[in-house]
């Protein structure tokens, strides 16, 4: 079904063992010093363990004033390529290829991160920057451009096959191709021969310090989406010039930080949805291209390289939540892949805190250095309430720390309120993680009890030696005049099918909640408003995730009213208190004002003498990924 994908390739003589590659992604696992720490070697050795064919590093900083983030890899001194020799020699290891990909952000940071002002091709602000950057002399573009290529030498001098040279995602290259960020006026702006400059001096200075036997990839952005950007025209035009500058490989990319929500593509993005473009791509040159974006299936990423649309697939969200995806797909264990939703919540949420990556579905990430937990000596009898995200991962771990595990669920089937945000439009991925989570506890023999609500008496009866309680939460009923007519119902009700909705719905709660259930009614096409307290929808969403439902809210014509507060609840109507006292017709009114945690039954276990954990939301109503990070850490120390 896969012998496409399992195709080896072979690139300036190194033979890549599949299609499957890992793009490059900022985890902020180095030092500030811009060196491989140990936790960084580890992450992408487990990657290389699983079986991906070619890792593309992280972005490699050219200069520390061109790193986007404090905690980036860097070769931009000799000090540096002693502990990135190490990574290639963990991950060649493996039969695995690897590229340093590098790069200058220019005008795309900020002095939190670098400490300086940042500089550009002319000095227009990034638009999410807190600086004006200052315009690069010519004396300092030639200068950078040896830098790129002293970095190059000093990959090659780690033992890289060679690197990516990121000239997308509107980083310093891309500034200087596109019209959208480039103004100047001499040699290095204007017309499109001279905004190109930039870009093949650097690849020329590469192949001159690095040989012909070093591999020269290029990310770009085909279409940064943005007006006044470049366009698939534009890229048409470049990328023979690129060729026959001497780059090898080309990864077909999309997007600046202004188009963040197609360049880390959210779950409102259509599967493989760039593929196409990179066809495009492929069509005009010799050389082999990877497609990008939301491949997160070895079937769909086969289905490319099958097409001829690509030669290689990258999949990286999907290595975040599942590094053994090739090797379980190579052995037929489709059932066993942990695949990406799109989230976007501990990959990039995290990432613009400037904090370490993390992801949401997986939560070993980031600890792959740590050593592997042994099994327990003196297994215990753990019995878990609740089969919610947090339930179900605490007793993954706990049964592959070597206890005995049950698991008792009142409702009659899985995952929680994570199996009810399945429900709106755009979001029902989120359930095939509730499906592998099953799958897993299936497979490792933890019996799951559904139906069965969980008390002190019935839990007893298996003599556990330790409780972990997650039953979650349970949505608020605000103290609002009227909030207890039969037409008020919970988001959730509405989500899980319980009620049938009116045509005139009026959502009280603007969050995440109460934003994607008016989504989910407009798309049945009812009359849908959300009142929302606050000044903002959505504003728990990851930015592109939110991006995209806010532009979805739109076109389904759903009226958004912020910095209101609702008064009362009538019969028709809702009241509620903005600039002045209105109201809304209402036949249904949806609350999504808010959750408390339900965990009730703690104390009991307490008081009988057992040992009780409480995680997830019966803990603190908090986001998933709380919730299964904390069940897997609470599993393998119960």
């Known amino acids: 079904m896969l012998n496409h994908l399992f195709e080896p390739y072979t690139l300036k003589g190194k033979v890549v063992k599949n299609r499957i590659i890992v793009p490059a992604m900022v985890t902020n696992f180095c030092s500030s010093e811009g060196k491989a720490t140990e936790q960084y070697i580890a ?15 992280e972005n490699y900083a050219i200069d520390p004033l061109g790193r986007g983030f404090k905690n980036v890899a860097g070769l931009w001194n000799d000090d540096q390529i002693a502990s990135h020799t190490k990574l290639v020699e963990r991950v060649h290891q493996h039969g695995t290829t690897i590229l340093a990909q590098i790069y200058h952000c220019g005008r795309q940071t900020n002095r939190g991160a670098i400490g300086d002002t940042p500089v550009a091709p002319t000095a227009i602000p990034c638009p999410f920057g807190t600086d004006i950057p200052r315009e690069l002399s010519i004396p300092e573009i030639k200068e950078l451009v040896e830098k790129y290529g002293d970095a190059a030498l000093r990959a090659k001098k780690c033992g890289f096959d060679g690197v990516e040279i990121h000239g997308g995602h509107g980083y310093l290259i891309t500034q200087f ?3 959208f960020s480039n103004k100047r006026v001499d040699e290095y702006g204007g017309n499109f021969t001279n905004r190109a400059r930039f870009a093949l001096e650097i690849i020329n200075n590469i192949r001159t310090k690095c040989g012909d036997d070093f591999i020269v990839g290029m990310r ?24 026959k500058a001497g780059v090898d490989l080309l990864n077909i990319s999309v997007g600046n930080y202004l188009a963040i929500d197609l360049n880390v593509a959210s779950a409102y993005t259509t599967h493989g949805w760039f593929a196409d473009r990179a066809a495009e791509i492929k069509k005009i040159c010799s050389i082999p291209v990877i497609a990008v974006s939301r491949i997160n299936d070895p079937i769909l990423a086969d289905s490319i390289i099958r097409e001829g649309k690509a030669d290689f697939t990258a999949m990286g969200r999907a290595s975040l939540a599942d590094p053994d995806m090739p090797n379980k797909a190579q052995h037929g264990k489709y059932d066993e892949i942990r695949h990406c939703i799109a989230c976007n919540h501990g990959c990039i949420g995290t990432l613009f805190e400037d904090g370490p990556i993390r992801c949401v579905l997986n939560p070993s990430l980031g600890k792959e250095f740590l050593p592997a937990a042994a099994k327990s000596a003196s297994p215990k009898k753990i ?7 947090a339930g179900l991962e605490a007793a993954i771990s706990a049964r592959k720390a070597g206890h005995d595990v049950t698991v008792y669920e009142k409702e009659k089937r899985a995952g929680g309120q994570f199996y009810i945000a399945a429900i709106p439009p755009c979001k029902g991925e989120i359930s095939d993680f509730v499906r592998w989570q099953v799958h897993q506890s299936k497979a490792l023999g933890i019996q799951i009890h559904y139906d069965t609500e969980a008390t ?18 349970v949505q608020v009923r605000p103290p609002i005049k009227g909030v207890d007519l039969p037409h008020v119902v919970f988001a959730n009700d509405v989500l899980d099918g319980k009620v049938f909705p009116g ?3 009026v959502v009280i709660g603007g969050g995440q909640v109460g934003a994607e259930t008016a989504h989910h009614l407009a798309q049945q096409l009812r009359n849908v408003t959300v009142l929302e307290m606050g000044d903002t929808i959505a504003k728990e969403e990851a930015i592109g995730n939110r991006w995209q439902l806010l532009k979805s809210l739109e076109e389904r014509k759903v009226n958004l009213m912020t910095s209101v507060r609702v008064v009362e609840i009538k019969e028709n109507e809702v009241v509620f208190d903005g600039a002045d006292i209105s109201s809304v017709p209402a036949d249904m ?50």
């Open 383 to 389: 019995t878990v309430i609740g089969a919610g995200p």
């Open 220 to 243: 770009i952005s085909v279409d940064e989406m943005v007006e006044g950007g470049l366009t698939m025209a534009d890229s048409k035009a470049l990328v023979p010039f690129l060729e």
């Open 456 to 473: 002190v008496e019935n839990v007893h009866k298996g003599e556990p030696d330790a409780v972990i309680i997650a039953t979650g939460a």
């Open 177 to 179: 191709l596109s019209p």
């Open 503 to 505: 045509k005139n719905c």
């Open 43 to 57: 992450y992408h050795e487990t990657k290389a363990r699983g079986g991906f064919g070619l890792i593309i590093t």
């Open 589 to 638: 009114v949806i609350l999504a004002t808010g959750s408390k945690s339900l965990n009730n039954l703690a104390d009991d276990f307490v008081n009988s003498g057992i040992d009780v954990q409480v995680i997830g939301d019966a803990k603190q109503v908090r986001n998933v990924m709380a919730a299964t990070h904390e069940g897997y850490a609470v599993g393998l120390l119960v």
